[in-house]
């Protein structure tokens, strides 16, 4: 029993997806009614978690806000002097039940 508890405890957080970044870095990726919710897998800074909405805005702690979008060329996170591309990717939550199917596909890449 106590070895059950010790892999849930360390098993850590589940994602329904990942996203590379242009820079190499690995997102899990959550979604959820408010959008997606994107966790370096390289990093405990909460200040490193992208926030993607469902009305196209973007917010992380480190850069604050932006805005993000997709086109063919894939998915691009932009704030005020920053951008995190991921290029020749859908967008995060396509296919998940919590935002709608269409999640993203109105965001134009800022």
């Known amino acids: 029993m106590r070895l059950a508890a010790i892999l ?7 994602f329904s997806e990942t996203m590379v970044s ?11 009614d408010d ?7 390289v990093s405990d800074d ?10 196209c805005d973007a ?8 805005r993000w979008g997709w ?3 894939g998915v ?9 591309g991921f290029p020749r990717q ?5 296919t998940d039940v919590a935002p709608p199917a269409d999640f993203g596909r109105s965001c134009d890449v800022p």
């Open 46 to 55: 909460s200040r490193l978690v992208l926030y993607l909405g469902r009305s």
């Open 90 to 94: 859908e967008p995060p939550c396509a």
């Open 35 to 41: 959008g997606a919710v994107l966790r370096p897998y």
């Open 8 to 14: 849930v405890v360390c098993a850590g957080p589940v």
């Open 71 to 73: 086109a063919n060329g």
């Open 59 to 66: 917010f992380a702690a480190a850069h604050g806000e932006g």
């Open 22 to 32: 242009a820079g190499g870095v690995t997102y899990g990726v959550t979604c959820n």
């Open 76 to 84: 691009a996170v932009a704030f005020d002097g920053h951008r995190i």
